[in-house]
């Protein structure tokens, strides 16, 4: 990244995959009940695809805010409070551990339990609450999926966008779930959408130069979780309130020199005596998503 001056996101993410896989949810949604979207909790907007808050108008709706181990609790309960002002019931889960998993089952019950006694009261006795779920990538769709069906039934992996197929899952005898794939939509409302989703895996590594994700994840952190980012690497706070002051150079050269300073915290030494941008770069965006900072909500209600 050139540290003299701070340039402007390039986004361009729509595979053709996905405007396919929008055409399918919203003919799928002729056989559903109720949606079920997975939101990250650490950002709950920008992880919310607008296309399909559109398309499932008219729908009743659980909101899942997963990963809620890496957001700070008490924004968690804020977010909860948002949705329910909106008329949506919110659950907290995190997948790996499957917290929350039972609350979702009962919650999906208990939206569903008029629709169920109109359709006793029609003879259709034993008919399965048929949910459909949805979610950007990366959000942790699949791990929950798993974690809700008790069994192993949605592909993981480490890209995002790596449910491939259509899939009908039983949860008990009285859910089965619709999986679908997850999708982004053709254009982000701002930069900062955009670079939420950098900064927690959404978009690919390759779309943008790590190094100027980093750089702003890192912005973010000095300027709403400076003592967590002090306490990661080691960085006296006396001496990132030196470098931020210092009105001989623009913010952003003051920026990344703090990113340097974190560079050779942790090493990232090559000849010379210079830093390896690419290596500390990788270092600070994959301990953000994987906690090692603390609990950080992003976005807050």
Known sequence: MNSSEETKLNINWYPGHMSKTKRQIMEDLKLIDIVIEILDARIPISSQNPDITEITKGKKKLIILNKCDLAEEYQNQEWIKYFSAKGIPAILTDSNTG????????????????????????????????AMILGIPNVGKSSFINRIAKRATAGVGNKPGVTKQKQWIRINDKIELLDTPGVLWPKFESEEVALNLCFTGTIKDDILERTEIAYHLLKFLLECERKKLCDRYNLEEKLIE????????????????????????????????????????????DEFKNGKLGKITIERA
């Open 242 to 285: 030196k470098i931020l002051s210092n009105k001989n150079q623009a913010e952003n050269e003051n920026i990344y020199e703090i990113m340097l300073e974190i560079g050779k915290k942790r090493g990232c030494i090559i000849s010379g005596g210079n830093i390896d941008e690419e290596k500390t770069a990788r270092i600070l965006l």
């Open 99 to 130: 917290k929350g998993i039972e609350n979702c089952i009962k919650t999906i019950e208990d939206i569903m339990q008029q629709e169920i006694f109109f359709q006793n009261s029609k003879g259709r006795v034993g008919r399965r609450i048929r």
